[in-house]
């Protein structure tokens, strides 16, 4: 099994930067994912790591350290638009199943204030 | 690409029911999980199927329970439906042992 942990909520002003932090323990890490979920809707794919560093996409970077079971998201430029949740999710093999899964944490809400 | 669409998008049915959740995966895409979401909480995981087997579980009861279909759609089934089983339920489909999961935009069900 596996445990993961972001913050409940965050306040950020627009054009501002905001990171996201996000702590994991698992067993067979396979990769770590960042997905955005505005309110009523699904998740939508940011980003996925699966070795140590950064990945920059646009506005929107993460960061993985396997070492310390530790990533973060990190939102540059903030519009209002990306008021939202972000998920933290961990892809782990289950090595008594021989198969892969993916866990999510419970989201971190984020407000973008003017 | 067709994306992974889901139905009936909202749903109301009445404690000790049964409900069949249906889903269409991403075109190319042979792996299919299923997921429960309450408010204000991140996805928690029910099962997964490949190749029309379930090959994973979570911590679901056996009242939950699916199907996948040679063509990779899938189906939920919940028996003896619950109060607390009101939620969100989103099916994503991936390629085994790579890509993302993509999320349809889920089956709002309420169970009064």
């Known amino acids: 099994g596996q445990n993961i942990d972001q913050p409940t909520e965050m306040t950020a002003t627009e054009g501002a930067i905001v990171q996201i932090n996000c702590t994991y323990q698992t067993s067979g890490f396979n990769g770590l994912f960042w997905y955005q979920q505005h309110a009523g809707e699904a998740p939508t794919f940011l980003s996925y790591?699966?070795?140590?560093g950064l990945e920059e996409k646009g506005r929107f970077s993460s960061f993985l350290s396997r070492s310390k079971g530790y990533s973060y998201l990190l939102l540059k430029e903030l519009q209002m638009k990306d008021s939202a949740s972000y998920l933290c999710a961990v892809r782990e093999e289950v090595n008594s199943g021989g198969y892969q899964k993916v866990t999510f944490g419970t989201g971190t809400k984020l407000q973008v204030i003017p | 690409e067709t994306g992974v669409t889901q139905s009936p998008t909202h749903l109301i049915k009445t404690r000790g029911q049964q409900v069949t959740l249906r889903c269409s995966s991403q075109s190319g895409h042979n792996t299919v999980s299923w997921y429960q979401q309450a408010l204000g909480q991140g996805p928690q995981f029910i099962f997964q199927y490949y190749r029309e087997e379930e090959n994973g579980r979570g911590n679901f009861p056996p009242r939950f329970s699916g199907l996948q279909f040679p063509n990779y759609s899938s189906e939920l089934n919940v028996n003896a439906l619950e109060l607390d089983d009101s939620a969100l339920y989103l099916c994503?489909?991936?390629?085994?042992?790579?890509?993302?999961?993509?999320f349809g935009n889920g089956t709002r069900l309420t169970v009064t």
């Open positions: 994503a489909s991936s390629l085994e042992g790579g890509t993302p999961l993509h």
């Open positions: 790591n699966v070795l140590d």
